[in-house]
């Protein structure tokens, strides 16, 4: 990983894009329990990244090329931050309700911190060591509430506490290739093989779902 090159606080813009991020991110979940009402979870995600890959290819500035040795790096983000945690998420969300799945994913910059911590050897001080204690005991927290409800119940916070950790190990890996290429060249190329990943499933479960 790499630390972040922008060391300065938010500006108005900053503001708006994050909000405008948050609330496309959350109501994500909310419109998966909703496509699980017809869809089978493969199916879910493979229309997710697939229609994610298809928007960013008619994008230009995408298409910038990306040198052969960082294509490692990029196979590996496809698994870790779209194959993996894509998958898990609407499997879990047959079990736990879609405010509980956006709960724990919250948990994600724990995670980074986490990770980063590791991978930087630097530990956070302060306010951050503070704040990362309360989240972390704030996730245990909602985590054992809601896997107490029973055994599928478990099982989905399980699979969601799996697919936010992927989210928090991938973000510290895409860090140095966004900074050399930016986020759309290698978010392009991430969710077109991520759709690669996720086809096998979503294929396999077409025959299951109702598309009328």
Do not use: K
């Amino acid at each position: 990983t790499s630390s972040g090159t922008n060391q300065g606080a938010f500006a108005v813009l900053d503001w708006v894009l994050f909000l405008g991020i948050g609330g496309i991110w959350g109501s994500s979940f909310l419109l998966m329990d909703i496509g699980l009402e017809a869809l089978r979870p493969g199916v879910v995600t493979l229309l997710r990244v697939g229609l994610g890959a298809l928007v960013l290819a008619a994008v230009p500035r995408a298409r910038r090329p990306i040198d052969r040795a960082d294509w490692p790096r990029v196979a590996a983000l496809s698994v870790i931050w779209v194959g993996i945690p894509f998958s898990l998420f609407p499997i879990a969300q047959q079990w736990v309700d879609s405010a509980v799945a956006g709960m724990i994913n919250g948990a994600m910059p724990i995670f980074a911190t986490i990770f980063a911590t590791l991978m930087l050897r630097r530990r956070p001080r302060g306010a951050q060591a503070f704040g990362l204690v309360v989240g972390f005991t704030g996730v245990v927290l909602m985590s054992v509430a809601s896997g107490s409800e029973g055994a599928t119940q478990a099982r989905g916070v399980a699979l969601l506490l799996g697919a936010t950790v992927c989210y928090g190990l991938a973000v510290n890996i895409v860090a140095p290739l966004a900074q050399r290429y930016g986020s759309l060249p290698v978010m392009a190329r991430i969710l077109a093989l991520g759709t690669v990943w996720a086809a096998p499933l979503g294929i396999s479960g077409l025959g299951d779902s109702s598309f009328a």
